[in-house]
């Protein structure tokens, strides 16, 4: 009796490993995803400042448009799965929607290159941004700016996340 005990609890956890195994190996084998982020950047007089979950941009404070800001507010920040050829939307606070689409992944010196496209569009208007073609290392953000809002000006992180 405590033998069968012992051989059933044995296969039990067998199989509870084996499962975690199997979800472990789906999970790495998933595709990539897109990280969107909404930063709402301004000028302010009175000093600056970035919020903290953007601590890993230092492109706010040394690159061109960035430096004509000093006060940084993350917004929103999203995932979503990509698929080659199937569009990511995304409703921006402004009002306009974000479409991107990984167009096709590459292998580039043992490094993989996501080929994406992005537009700006607003129900009823002339889209903001036609089309916009970038080829992004995995984690390397790009970004997408321009939209005037309350006072500032919207910028778009995008990363792609293996």
Do not use: C, W
Not at 93 to 100: I, P, S, Y
């Amino acid at each position: 009796m405590r033998r069968a005990l012992v051989a059933v609890l044995a296969a039990v956890l067998l199989a509870v490993v084996a499962g975690v195994g199997g979800i472990a190996l789906a999970a790495s084998t998933h595709g990539p995803s897109l990280e969107v982020s909404v930063i709402h950047a301004s000028q302010s007089d009175a000093g600056g400042s970035i919020d903290p979950r953007l601590k890993d941009l230092p492109q706010l404070t040394r690159d061109q448009p960035f430096v004509r800001f000093n006060v940084y507010k993350l917004l929103d920040r999203r995932s979503f799965p990509l698929d080659v050829g199937k569009a990511v939307t995304y409703g921006i606070v402004d009002g306009r929607t974000l479409q991107a689409t990984l167009a096709a992944v590459s292998v580039d010196k043992n490094e993989k290159r996501y080929q994406m496209a992005a537009q700006i569009g607003e129900p009823g208007k002339e889209a903001f941004l036609k089309s916009l073609q970038v080829t992004a290392s995995a984690n390397e953000p790009f970004f997408i700016g321009g939209q005037s809002y309350q006072g500032g000006t919207l910028f778009l992180e995008l990363v792609v996340r293996p």
